[in-house]
């Protein structure tokens, strides 16, 4: 494994790319190779078992490419296969769940926290874990609020039926007054403008996907991997199916144009 290698990102379709995003703007001269499962999302509603097995198929193809660290961009996938793909694969696998709580429990000041993400996500617990396992006075409020995901892939960040769901899925924060929100979802740092105007200025909003680009950064760093300052950044990107529609959509996940999609299909 060498620091001139790439790291592998991966998600259930194009909304890690706002992982990427992060990590492109921390880690600016490394190359990334990033794989979306555009084939089999949505993961949200899945079965731990089959999210597992379709993150073990992920993480096997981006370690035949060399990969020297795997980022698990999919709140959905760390929750159910991180300790595996961990376990199982010989390089350092990197999870959202965990720098997302991280920076929950260091953000909030009455130790009351919400999180949204998908139903698997939620159902997982993981958050709540990883939180307590943090600090054991923290109070978890935990919703899922599937309509997000759908709402944001078409493109719906700010319009009247988007809010109305919104207030809707986030009363349950404003009565137990959580004073920090945790944005589980990969999708959901899109909808942060809209959520921050639904929950109130009092409320901090965390994005998994700042805290994990930092997380990348340190495990990088502790291993002496990281690119050295001269390298050019280049990145590839990859989807199971529909890489059109990848390359079209994924500008907004992104936040920057994408040149290329390959496809690659797995499983
Ligand atoms: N990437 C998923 C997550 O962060 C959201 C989309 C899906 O359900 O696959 O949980």
């Given at each position: 494994?060498?620091?001139?290698?790439?790291?592998?990102?991966?998600?259930?379709?194009?909304g890690g790319l706002t992982v990427v995003r992060e990590l492109v703007r921390q880690l600016p001269h490394e190359r990334i190779i990033y794989f979306g499962d555009t084939a089999r999302v949505p993961y949200g509603p899945k079965s731990p078992d089959t999210v597992r097995r379709y993150s073990n198929?992920?993480?096997?193809?981006?370690?035949?490419?060399?990969?020297?660290?795997?980022?698990v961009a999919c709140n959905t996938a760390t929750a159910?296969?991180?300790?595996?793909?961990?376990?199982?694969?010989?390089?350092?696998?990197?999870?959202?769940?965990?720098?997302?709580?991280?920076?929950?429990?260091?953000?909030?000041?009455?130790?009351?926290?919400?999180?949204?993400?998908?139903?698997?996500?939620?159902?997982?617990?993981?958050?709540?874990?990883?939180?307590?396992?943090?600090?054991?006075?923290?109070?978890?409020?935990?919703?899922?609020?599937?309509?997000?995901?759908?709402?944001?892939?078409?493109?719906?960040?700010?319009?009247?039926?988007?809010?109305?769901?919104?207030?809707e899925y986030l009363r349950p924060f404003t009565s137990d007054h959580v004073d920090?929100?945790?944005?589980?979802?990969?999708?959901?740092p899109l909808l942060k403008p809209m959520l921050a105007q639904v929950v109130g200025r009092?409320?901090?909003?965390?994005?998994?996907a700042e805290e994990t680009a930092a997380e990348t950064c340190r495990v990088l760093t502790e291993r002496n991997l990281v690119a050295p300052p001269g390298s050019v950044g280049t990145h590839r990107f990859v989807a199971s199916d529909a890489p059109d529609h990848f390359l079209r959509q994924g500008q907004r996940f992104l936040g920057a144009a994408i040149d290329e999609v390959e496809k690659v299909t797995l499983g």
């Open positions: 494994m060498s620091p001139r290698d790439p790291i592998g990102v991966f998600d259930s379709g194009i198929e992920i993480a096997t193809w981006l370690v035949e490419q060399r990969v020297k660290v795997i980022v159910h296969a991180l300790e595996n793909l961990q376990r199982d694969f010989p390089l350092p696998v990197i999870g959202v769940v965990q720098p997302g709580a991280r920076a929950a429990v260091c953000a909030t000041r009455n130790h009351r926290i919400g999180v949204i993400g998908t139903l698997g996500t939620i159902n997982s617990g993981a958050y709540d874990r990883a939180i307590h396992a943090i600090s054991r006075e923290a109070d978890v409020v935990a919703q899922a609020c599937p309509l997000f995901v759908p709402l944001v892939e078409e493109g719906w960040l700010d319009t009247e039926a988007t809010r109305l769901i919104a207030r920090t929100l945790v944005l589980g979802c990969t999708h959901y009092d409320v901090r909003l965390i994005d998994s």
